[in-house]
């Protein structure tokens, strides 16, 4: 599969990708190797980020987790591809950097914004959104025939649906598309802040790969009219790379907000 290695600059961008999906790992390993996690400790900038939030049907500390793990394990997938050259498909490579690339901006979205005011808000925006996605998948499976065992419990749904209650508001939750623009934005000063390109041309970057990995992701023809190898839209290399320091900033602001408060 061609993943367009055509120069020497598309081979050395190759091995700090590389490298840089190894920094994950090992971020990983500090954040999610001990136990309990850091991430589930108490006394953490996290944990001072979530308090006096009103109950949730999903605890926000699983949606980061989650969306952290989903980042790092797409990222070590499609390294060991391009390392080892297994043998694979274009929507496979699209799939995991779509995985990667949302699972990072996610937890970016949350925790990168310099003003705990505007992560507050950011916390309840994705917060609302996952109230929404798991609330569709109550009302079909308690609708279930079928398959019995998986229709809810009566008190769960009850329970949560009290949740949903208490976190409602006027205001509709944020769109797919509005979120992506939001994530890329932020995503895009972060970035930009720590050196590698100006702020506008990450967040051109970011809509890129968000639009075009969806579409390959969802079975659609168009990624394969548009700029890119024979088998991928875009610039791969280029791409995996951006993806790539979208995670590695994940887990920095991860690891930064999992770390005991100063006490003064």
């Not at 001990?34 to 699983?62: H, S």
């Not at 989650?66 to 790092?72: E, K, N, P, T, V």
């Not at 992560?119 to 917060?127: A, C, G, H, I, S």
């Not at 649906?161 to 932020?186: K, V």
Request: aromatic share 6%; net charge negative.
């Amino acid at each position: 599969m061609d993943i367009g290695l055509e120069t020497e600059e598309d081979v050395r961008m190759l091995k700090r990708t590389l490298l840089i999906i190894e920094d994950i790992a090992n971020r990983r390993a500090r954040i999610f190797g001990e136990d309990p996690p850091r991430i589930w400790r108490q006394g953490t900038k996290l944990d001072q980020l979530l308090y006096g939030l009103p109950e949730p049907a999903v605890d926000p500390r699983l949606s980061i987790e989650h969306s952290l793990l989903a980042a790092s394990g797409a990222l070590e997938q499609l390294g060991s591809f391009c390392r080892n050259e297994v043998a694979t498909t274009p929507v496979v490579m699209s799939s995991l950097l779509r995985v990667a690339v949302l699972g990072g901006s996610r937890v970016v979205f949350v925790l990168g914004p310099d003003d705990p005011a505007e992560r507050k808000v950011n916390l309840e925006v994705v917060v609302r959104q996952e109230h929404a996605s798991l609330n569709r998948l109550y009302k079909n499976a308690e609708m279930f025939t079928s398959l019995g065992g998986l229709v809810p419990p009566p008190a769960v749904l009850k329970d949560q649906r009290d949740r949903f209650t208490r976190w409602n508001t006027s205001d509709r939750p944020m769109g797919e598309a509005a979120m992506l623009s939001r994530m890329a934005g932020i995503v895009a000063v972060q970035l930009a802040v720590r050196g590698t390109q100006p702020a506008s041309i990450i967040a051109e970057h970011m809509s890129w790969i968000f639009d075009t990995n969806s579409g390959m992701a969802h079975g659609y023809g168009w990624p394969r009219l548009v700029p890119g190898t024979q088998d991928l839209p875009g610039h791969f290399i280029a791409d995996l790379f951006m993806v790539a320091s979208v995670g590695q900033l994940a887990f920095e602001l991860a690891g930064a907000h999992t770390e005991p408060l100063e006490m003064e």
